[in-house]
């Protein structure tokens, strides 16, 4: 299994990126996926997750009404649209592929992302 993110970039407070996780190796649209980020000094925290069907999301309360996850089965790609970015979402930010739905999303051992960097400064 392969998961690649991509995206990552340096903006100002207020900016937007888009987050993409291409993924490979497996059947994408099978598995709940995340979206999660680890700042330096801090543990690895999950932002988003979505179901298998995309029906249901879940999001941690810091980014409620910023970030949007989303996921293109046809293209077996999940993404994370963020917006009004603040300093305090500087991490890592790395994907996921997992089961028990969004709220209880659960990462498997072997299917996570390599990362990528999301800077926010001004």
């Known amino acids: 299994e392969q998961l690649v993110e991509s995206g990552g970039d340096m903006v100002q407070p207020g900016g937007s990126l888009r987050l993409s996780c291409t993924t490979s190796?497996?059947?994408?649209?099978?598995?709940?996926m995340a979206w999660y980020r680890q700042a330096p000094g801090k543990e690895r925290e999950k932002v988003a997750a979505i179901s298998n069907t995309g029906a249901t999301t879940h999001y941690v309360d810091s980014v409620k009404g910023r970030f949007t996850i989303s996921r293109d089965d046809a293209n077996n790609t999940l993404y994370l649209q963020m917006s009004n970015l603040k300093p305090e979402d500087t991490a890592v930010y790395y994907c996921?592929?997992?089961?028990?739905?969004?709220?209880?999303?659960?990462?498997?051992?072997?299917?996570w992302g390599q990362g990528t960097q999301v800077t926010v400064s001004s």
């Open positions: 190796g497996f059947t994408f649209s099978s598995y709940a």
């Open positions: 996921a592929a997992g089961r028990r739905g969004a709220y209880y999303f659960t990462p498997y051992d072997k299917m």
